[in-house]
């Protein structure tokens, strides 16, 4: 590929990189936009009166525009700038476009959010005689993405760590502030959170805390420290770490009110599941879309052994059903298992997915509406602990820790597992089944084995849902709990424990918390899986074993590039 | 390594429950139809009925089942977003309709009905086409040297993507496809009992096929493709343009399913953002079934699958016992699926074998 410098005493810019670099700025803002979310998230302030989300998300893809531009197109330097920020002023050339048009024909005939108020929100209310603005603010900020993709790196790590913390900080900041209003930090509280989004002391509050804390503990080097401190020593800083982050846990749903309790139960349920998965996807690489018809089983079992209405067949406590729910969940994983497991791979993601359809149309069918209650569904399943509404564990509290604590031994199954022979002959499965099967594994039985407790995770997680929600309907059967658990193990990096955790807390409680993001979580979800699996396929947390893995990988990757180099820039 | 006796036996207690399995399905299949057949209930009428209407349906399958056969014989992918790429399609001919409908062209006489129906075609496939390739472009080319599961979950994503992309442009609801009205007159063929909306997608899906086997056979590109599902690297020696082969495939496999979607829109009157899932897994079983990286093969599966969704819940549950046997024709086209993987992996057509890369 031949690139077209323009030779000058400041450096090189290929312009027709940055005006690549620059369109693809520019459809990514059109997107933004025609999709709805820089309108629909507009409504929820950052930091209230300031900026609110959906600007937030224009204006990162601005700054991304300009970053890549000058970080593609020059060595650095002044016309470097140039190009991240004509690349910025193409994405806001495209915006305006789009007000323009949109001014012109109406275009929500068939697009539903080009609507005068995204015109609004893209001229700052201004009408058409602000059209200008969204050219000067993309020439700007680009020029500022292009800036920072210039500084020194100890500059630019605090610049990042402010922003992803003032973006954290503005999503919770309602939740917070509602935690903390009934404690004696209310005025705390008025002082740095709106009721949405952050004050402007907040925001500042947050930044300074933030970046400064970053850096502190970038220029104490606590980290390396404490790694090269001798273990005895050690363990005297990190168990004290280990106590505090474990009380937090515990006190979590306490403290953050009902609604937020009964979002992190469920953000308990899907780490669960997720630890579940991450054997089955992640030790043996069995991608399997469907998750749900256990979840099902489990759930229909607790709901039919405990339920005290009218589909109820034993009224048994909720202890005494969990483990038929397992048991019921991994006998329908070898029965749905053992037809597809001698076939490969990539077909295991479809007949999966396949079953996950059979049992939602199934429990929904009329066929089993006598036993399952078809849309009506199974009602009145109680709760595991009875106990009176104001005490500790009420509602959905004991959901939460019965779920964590399920979640803890099933990390402790699967991190036993991991070294074990049968762990080690999963691995070897997920790398090359040819080479598994001549080393002498069995691959159908291994495999099983796998999708088994996968399946039983997956049961013990459904049964627990039905307790947590108190009735199981045929329409909670849905393939996005398939596609949520795969998410959060993906995400989050395949076999990683605390990447099961924080994948469950992005992927599964902000959607559940805030409203804007819940019309677009599968938008999210589908980018992400695209770009992880482009730019970071390890996941977000990986396991030691897996990073090494694509490490060396990149390592041949490198080599290649280098080899390519010099035709690039020919 | 030893097997150990509790090996074998599993292995044993394995073999049987599969031998199980067979056995009961085909006891069902048999036994529900016998039943269903001397109750009486339904006179042959009812059965052309159905069979012309799996026939039509099948055909649609086949279209789409084309671009998931053809792209997975070249790049060994499950191409998952292939449903949303015939969805797209649906949605670019609605919004053709819609226009045509407003001018008073769509309905005007039997001939602007037709060139109206064939700018549909055209719109469809022009934005599955450009939609495939930039999910080409984005989604899959730069990880075409990676292992089998990370293309595969970038295509997972990419499907939800797009579902949610055109949940977000066109909202939630149902967009009910105008009325084109000719099509909804029964043929003047008594017998056949077909309206001419079912002759349209027959008569094009065969033709659109034959084009396509003509493409593959007789052009110098077709033949590139064919040499690059056989072996990239020595095409590439041969002097092939890989990538443009690559390219290609998407953009025939996409336009099939461009078409596909008009004909389903035309067919079922509905489309909504979730439209093209359940169609592209059952496209995939109809590719399974036909062996997959084959063309007549995908044709063959199609036409199946659709009749056996259209008679099979009748045929075989009815005479079961079985009540409202039409709400589990999803579940028969799904072990339909798992039938193939445990009978005859390879398919119906195919030589290429399952187990193995």
């Known amino acids: 590929m031949v690139v077209r410098m323009t030779e000058s005493p400041f450096g090189q810019v290929s312009w027709g990189k940055a005006l690549r670099i620059g369109g693809a700025g520019a459809a990514v803002a059109v997107f933004l936009c025609v999709v709805g979310i820089v309108p629909v998230f507009h409504e929820r302030p950052l930091i209230t009166g300031i900026i609110s989300l959906g600007q937030t998300a224009l204006l990162l893809s601005a700054l991304g525009t300009g970053y890549a531009a000058a970080r593609a197109t020059a060595q650095g330097g002044p016309l470097a700038l140039l190009a991240a920020a004509s690349a910025g002023s193409i994405a806001g050339v495209a915006l305006t476009a789009l007000v323009l048009i949109g001014s012109a024909v109406d275009l929500r005939a068939v697009f539903l959010h080009a609507s005068p108020q995204l015109y609004e929100i893209l001229t700052f209310g201004q009408g ?52 903390m209003l009934t404690t004696p930090l209310a005025d705390l509280a008025r002082l740095l959170f709106a009721s949405v989004g952050l004050t402007v002391i907040g925001a500042i509050a947050t930044v300074v805390l933030f970046a400064g804390g970053r850096e502190l503990l970038y220029y104490t080097n606590l980290r390396q420290r404490v790694q090269e401190m001798p273990p005895a020593q050690r363990r005297v800083v990190t168990w004290p770490a280990i106590l505090v982050a474990a009380v937090v846990i515990l006190v979590l749903p306490q403290a953050l009110g009902s609604f937020v309790a009964q979002v992190i139960a469920v953000v308990a349920l899907y780490v669960l599941m997720g630890l579940g998965l991450n054997i089955t996807l992640g030790l043996a690489g069995l991608l399997d879309l469907g998750f749900v018809a256990f979840f099902a089983v489990g759930a229909y079992t607790v709901g039919l052994l405990t339920s005290t209405a009218e589909f109820g067949i034993a009224q048994w406590p909720f202890w005494a059903a969990i483990p038929f729910a397992v048991i019921f969940a991994m006998l329908f994983g070898a029965i749905l298992g053992l037809p597809i497991l001698g076939v490969r791979g990539d077909y295991l ?180 899986l695209i770009l992880m699996m482009r730019y970071r396929p390890e996941g977000i947390l990986p396991t030691k074993f897996a990073a090494r893995e694509v490490h060396l990988e990149s390592g041949e990757l490198g080599a290649d590039t280098v080899v390519a180099a010099p035709a690039e820039s020919g | 390594m ?26 069902i299949v048999l036994i529900g139809s016998a039943l269903t057949l001397a109750s009486g209930k339904y006179p042959p009428e009812t059965w052309l009925n159905l069979a012309v209407q799996g026939l039509t349906l099948g055909m649609i399958y086949s279209l789409i089942a084309l671009g998931y056969t053809m ?88 499907s939800f993507f797009l579902q949610y992309t055109f949940r977000g442009l066109f909202g939630p609801g149902i967009y009910a496809y105008p009325s084109v009205d000719i099509l ?46 056989e ?74 699958l659709g009749e056996v969704e259209s008679v099979g819940p009748t045929l075989f549950l009815d005479g079961l016992n079985v009540p409202s046997p039409n709400q589990l024709k999803d579940v028969i086209a799904f072990t339909m699926l798992v039938l193939v993987l445990i009978f005859r992996p390879s398919g119906i057509l195919g030589e290429r074998i399952t187990t193995r890369a």
């Not at chain 1, 503005?170 to 935690?179: D, Y």
């Not at chain 1, 990096?493 to 805030?514: D, K, Q, R, Y």
């Not at chain 2, 030893?2 to 006891?27: N, P, Q």
């Not at chain 2, 998407?250 to 079922?268: Q, R």
């Open chain 1, 128 to 179: 058409l005689t602000g059209s200008w603005i969204p050219i000067a603010l993309g020439a700007l900020l680009g020029a500022v993405g292009g800036l920072v993709s210039n500084v020194r790196v100890d500059l630019r790590r605090p610049l990042t760590t402010a922003l992803f913390a003032l973006l954290l900080a503005g999503l919770f900041a309602g939740i917070l502030r509602a935690a």
């Open chain 1, 349 to 528: 993601a479809i007949a999966t997915l396949g079953f996950g359809e059979i049992i939602r149309l199934l429990a929904g069918s009329d066929l089993l509406k006598i036993w399952l209650g078809g849309p009506r569904g199974i009602i009145n399943i109680p709760k595991p602990i009875d106990v009176p509404p104001d005490h500790f564990l009420a509602g959905p509290n004991q959901i939460y820790y019965i779920a964590l604590a399920c979640a803890v031994v099933i990390a402790f199954v699967a991190w036993r597992l991991r070294g074990s022979r049968l762990g080690r002959a999963w691995l070897s499965i997920r790398e090359d089944e040819d080479v598994a099967q001549a080393l002498g594994v069995n691959l159908v039985q291994t495999k099983l084995l796998a999708y088994m407790l996968g399946a039983a995770f997956a049961g013990l997680g459904g049964g627990i849902f039905a307790s947590l929600v108190g009735s199981i309907f045929a329409s909670s059967i849905q393939l996005f709990v398939s596609i949520n658990v795969v998410a959060i193990v993906i995400v989050g990096g395949m076999g990683s424990i605390p990447g099961a955790v924080l994948g469950a807390v992005f992927l599964i409680g902000v959607p559940e918390l805030f409203r804007e993001f819940t019309e677009y979580r599968f938008l999210f979800y589908g980018a992400a």
């Open chain 2, 2 to 27: 030893k097997t150990s006796w509790l090996e074998r036996l599993t292995d044993l207690a394995i073999a049987g429950f599969l031998w199980a399995f067979r056995i009961a399905v085909v006891l």
């Open chain 2, 71 to 158: 792209v997975y014989g070249i790049l060994r992918l499950i191409n998952f977003a292939h449903g949303e790429i015939f969805m797209a399609g649906a949605f670019g001919g609605y919004f053709v309709a819609t226009a045509l409908a407003g001018l008073g062209f769509l309905n005007q006489s039997p001939v602007t009905s037709l060139v109206s129906i064939l700018l549909m075609l055209a719109g469809a496939m022009a934005v599955s086409v450009t939609l495939a390739l930039l999910v080409e472009r984005i989604a899959y080319r730069p990880l075409r040297n990676a292992p089998r599961l990370v293309p595969l979950i970038s295509a997972i994503g990419a």
């Open chain 2, 184 to 229: 909804q007159v029964a043929v003047p063929v008594d017998v056949l009992r077909m309206r001419w909306v079912d002759v349209l997608v027959i008569a094009t899906a065969f033709a659109m096929m034959g084009g396509l086997y003509l493409f593959v056979q007789r052009t110098k590109i077709g033949t590139a493709i064919r040499a690059v599902s």
């Open chain 2, 231 to 304: 072996d990239k690297a020595t095409a590439a020696l041969m002097g092939i343009d890989v990538n443009r082969a690559i390219v290609t495939t998407f953009a025939v496999g996409a336009a099939m399913a461009g078409a596909a979607g008009v004909m389903y829109g035309l067919m079922f009157r509905q489309i909504f953002f979730f439209s093209g899932f359940v169609p592209g897994i059952k496209a995939f079983t109809a590719a399974v079934l036909g062996g997959i990286g084959n063309v007549p093969g995908a044709m063959l599966g199609g036409i199946f």
